[in-house]
């Protein structure tokens, strides 16, 4: 009984740190793109799939927008963002935004961050969570800030800002 308590009580120290010097080691990556939007036009990157019951409330957006390294659609394309937003606010410009952050190019091709939040889109910079990834950012955490640079109603070009933790 006495030799259970002990290694337990050894046991939990070492195991908090290993976690300390894990979470210690790892460096925050910042990565900077341009995120495009499109619901109108001959291409589209985002549709309607759902209406919600009367306004906006409800609806859901499915998207596949392009990344580029530059706010001008045509600048390199860097990954794509797919996913969903769904108007989650009854009286507000709210959105709940669940999305994968796929890139295609650079150190990080073939890598993806999961991200998920609140974008209420009336604000100048929205924060969201980053919870998780696969490839070099499997398990990564950290925040998106995001900011709406154009606005062509109901197309937009968003500015990311992700700052995630491997």
Same mark, same amino acid.
């Given at each position: #009984?006495?030799?259970?308590?002990?290694?337990?009580?050894?046991?939990?120290?070492?195991?908090?740190?290993?976690?300390?010097?894990?979470?210690?080691?790892?460096?925050?990556?910042?990565?900077?793109?341009? #995120?495009?939007?499109?619901?109108?036009?001959?291409?589209?990157?985002? %549709?309607?799939?759902?209406?919600?019951?009367? %306004?906006?409330?409800?609806?859901?957006?499915?998207?596949?927008?392009?990344?580029?390294?530059?706010?001008?659609?045509?600048?390199?394309?860097?990954?794509?963002?797919?996913?969903?937003?769904?108007?989650?606010?009854?009286?507000?410009?709210?959105?709940?935004?669940?999305?994968?952050?796929?890139?295609?190019?650079?150190?990080?091709?073939?890598?993806?961050?999961?991200?998920? %939040?609140?974008?209420?889109? %009336?604000?100048?910079?929205?924060?969201?969570?980053?919870?998780?990834?696969?490839?070099?950012?499997? #398990?990564?955490?950290?925040?998106?800030?995001?900011?709406?640079?154009?606005?062509?109603?109901?197309?937009?070009?968003?500015?990311?800002?992700?700052?995630?933790?491997?």
């Amino acid at each position: #009984m006495a030799s259970g308590k002990l290694s337990s009580s050894v046991a939990l120290p070492a195991f908090a740190l290993m976690v300390v010097a894990l979470l210690a080691g790892g460096q925050a990556e910042h990565l900077h793109f341009y #995120m495009h939007d499109v619901l109108t036009g001959a291409t589209p990157t985002a %549709g309607q799939g759902l209406n919600g019951p009367g %306004g906006h409330f409800g609806d859901t957006i499915v998207i596949d927008d392009v990344l580029t390294a530059g706010s001008s659609r045509s600048s390199a394309a860097v990954g794509r963002a797919k996913g969903q937003y769904i108007w989650a606010s009854v009286g507000n410009p709210e959105l709940l935004v669940t999305m994968e952050v796929v890139l295609t190019s650079g150190p990080y091709a073939g890598s993806s961050v999961t991200v998920v %939040g609140r974008d209420d889109i %009336g604000a100048p910079v929205r924060e969201l969570s980053v919870v998780g990834g696969t490839g070099q950012f499997r #398990m990564a955490t950290g925040y998106v800030l995001w900011k709406t640079v154009s606005l062509d109603h109901p197309n937009a070009i968003l500015e990311l800002d992700v700052y995630v933790n491997p």
